[in-house]
């Protein structure tokens, strides 16, 4: 991955920056081995933070454009219903407090 400059920054390069995570990490959980959707999406999250940022500081503001950051999109994250305990199980955890 190479260096980009802050005035560099646009979609495609964010687009390129998630293509290289998709090939380069994998996840920490056992047994899943590509990196998450929901990671993805708090990358994209945290450069949109950053780029903001940057339009309202006095120092920064001059290389980045409310264009840019509005051309960087959120990526689909996929949905993943959680189990939840039965109610034997709630309340066999119950009874095994007591």
Request: glycine residues 2%.
């Amino acid at each position: 991955m190479q260096r980009v400059q802050l005035q560099q920054v646009n979609h495609r390069k964010v687009q390129e920056f998630l293509d290289w995570l998709k090939a380069n990490h994998t996840s920490h959980k056992t047994g899943v081995n590509e990196i998450s959707s929901r990671t993805i999406s708090n990358y994209v999250r945290k450069i949109h933070s950053f780029l903001d940022w940057c339009l309202e500081d006095e120092e920064y503001s001059q290389f980045v454009k409310l264009q840019t950051i509005k051309g960087i999109k959120m990526p689909h994250v996929e949905q993943f219903v959680k189990e939840v305990f039965t109610d034997e199980e709630i309340e066999s955890l119950l009874l095994s407090i007591l």
